[in-house]
């Protein structure tokens, strides 16, 4: 079992939906998660983190930590055609030396 | 704003040859990481540097060295480019390894290397 589990979809939305992004992840040691956006042919950048359960928002993105079931998700409302790209989540606290653990990555396309 | 920069945004190499990929922050992080990155395995950890001079295996280190003789540089090396390391190659900085908000991991624009 991957210690990190993630859809990698591809998910595809109609402009002005919600969209629910998931990871759930087996090491309860873990304790600080990620999410990342990467667009094509670009490196990841950070979206958004959090590190404790309950939900965190910033603008249309919500992200959201259930430590007890071990289940993150990234929320996007009003989701825009801008926000297509590879979502990837990511998690610290289990490792050494600040390493973190990826999940593979949700390629969303949001069309018009 | 942190900025990590990689020397090539794109590199055509011959089987063989030896490849050096550079990768430089300017923010004064401790750690430093290379990953590559392809469709259906995600991102993958070939090395990385918690100090100058000191640096870790990640999960695929075959085939890959690194140096790390200042704190801001990162490089990477093949040492003998096959054609199976056509990739993406993506470097990564953290501030210190905490466990918290000092793991994030800011990312370089990445390296699509091509071994012909």
């Known amino acids: 079992q991957k210690e990190v589990e993630q859809d990698p979809g591809p998910l595809s939305v109609p402009e002005g939906a919600i969209v629910s992004l998931n990871c759930t992840y087996s090491?309860?040691?873990?304790?600080?998660f990620m999410w990342y956006r990467q667009y094509s042919r670009k490196g990841p950048e950070l979206l958004m983190y959090t590190y404790s359960s309950g939900n965190k928002e910033d603008g249309r993105f919500t992200a959201q930590v259930d430590k007890s079931s071990k289940y993150i998700s990234l929320f996007i409302r009003d989701s825009q055609p801008s926000d297509s790209a590879t979502y990837l989540c990511a998690i610290a606290g289990g490792t050494s030396y600040g390493k973190l653990t990826f999940g593979q990555g949700t390629i969303l396309t949001v069309h018009p | 704003d942190v900025k990590v920069t990689q020397s090539s945004r794109y590199l055509v190499k011959r089987t063989g040859e030896k490849v050096f990929l550079e990768c430089v922050q300017d923010m004064d992080h401790e750690n430093m990481f290379w990953y590559r990155q392809d469709p259906g395995l995600g991102l993958r950890l070939i090395y990385f540097s918690y100090d100058v001079k000191m640096k870790e295996k990640g999960d695929i280190p075959e085939g890959y060295s690194v140096s790390r003789e200042k704190k801001e540089r990162f490089s990477l090396i093949l040492e003998s480019a096959s054609t199976n390391q056509t990739s993406m190659y993506l470097c990564?900085?953290?501030?210190?390894?905490?466990?918290?908000?000092?793991?994030?991991?800011?990312f370089g624009p990445g390296t699509r290397l091509t071994v012909l």
């Open positions: 990564a900085s953290s501030l210190e390894a905490l466990g918290g908000s000092t793991d994030t991991q800011y």
């Open positions: 090491n309860s040691a873990f304790q600080y």
